[in-house]
């Protein structure tokens, strides 16, 4: 199984690659970010791999992170979502920004992604909710409500570390009282948007709890 290729990039697509590895081209599936990513012909790159193999076929697919191909193994266990559907996904949102929309439960971000209708979006807000956090998003990523994510993902550099470890045990609080993960990890963000810098977990779980209870 082919985990990682290393090699120079012979011939690039919108959605695939050909990286030559010693002197053989491998032909490897990628999102539009990771089309992007990749350096000019001839110079090396580096691809994490997901190989699938079908009877009439082996594809492999490549990715330019290790959280774009997690976020890409996850999306395909959702009933409906190919190979295809996912890297379009991935395609038009990064790792971040894809919990961000589920998270938030935000149906129009997903649709904005080639192949993702209505009923597809819904299906993957159902089934990844309570999986998505899996993904190991920064706190800072998360919005303030539906809609969010294009207006401001990154919260202040100086801020980060530590609102992530007041976050991270306000959402543990939470689930300690029963409330799902999503659920509380959606709340206590929200509630951390209002209080910026001035938050604490003793402000933050009361905050959190008003906004799982509206």
Request: glycine share 12%; charged share 20%; aromatic share 4%.
């Amino acid at each position: 199984m082919i985990a990682r290729l290393k090699g120079l990039l012979d011939e690039a697509g919108p959605d695939w690659l050909v990286l030559d590895v010693g002197g053989v081209g491998y032909l490897v599936y990628c999102s539009a970010r990771t089309a992007r990513a990749m350096p000019g012909r001839g110079e090396a790159a580096v691809l994490h791999i997901e190989t699938h193999v079908r009877e009439d076929h082996i594809h492999l697919y490549g990715f330019a992170e290790l959280r774009e191909r997690d976020a890409f193994r996850l999306l395909t266990t959702v009933q409906g979502v190919g190979a295809k559907v996912a890297l379009a996904l991935l395609g038009t949102l990064s790792p971040d920004e894809l919990v961000s929309a589920i998270v938030a439960q935000d149906k129009a971000l997903l649709t904005r992604a080639d192949g993702v209708g209505p009923r597809l979006a819904a299906r993957l807000l159902t089934e990844l909710k309570d999986r998505i956090v899996t993904l190991g998003a920064p706190f800072a990523a998360i919005p303030s409500a539906p809609g969010a994510v294009a207006g401001g993902i990154a919260a202040a550099a100086g801020e980060h570390d530590v609102m992530d470890g007041v976050a991270a045990d306000a959402v543990s609080a939470l689930v300690n009282l029963g409330y799902g993960r999503a659920d509380a990890f959606g709340a206590v963000m929200r509630a951390r948007s209002v209080q910026a810098g001035d938050a604490t977990v003793e402000t933050l779980i009361p905050a959190a709890l008003r906004e799982l209870a509206g």
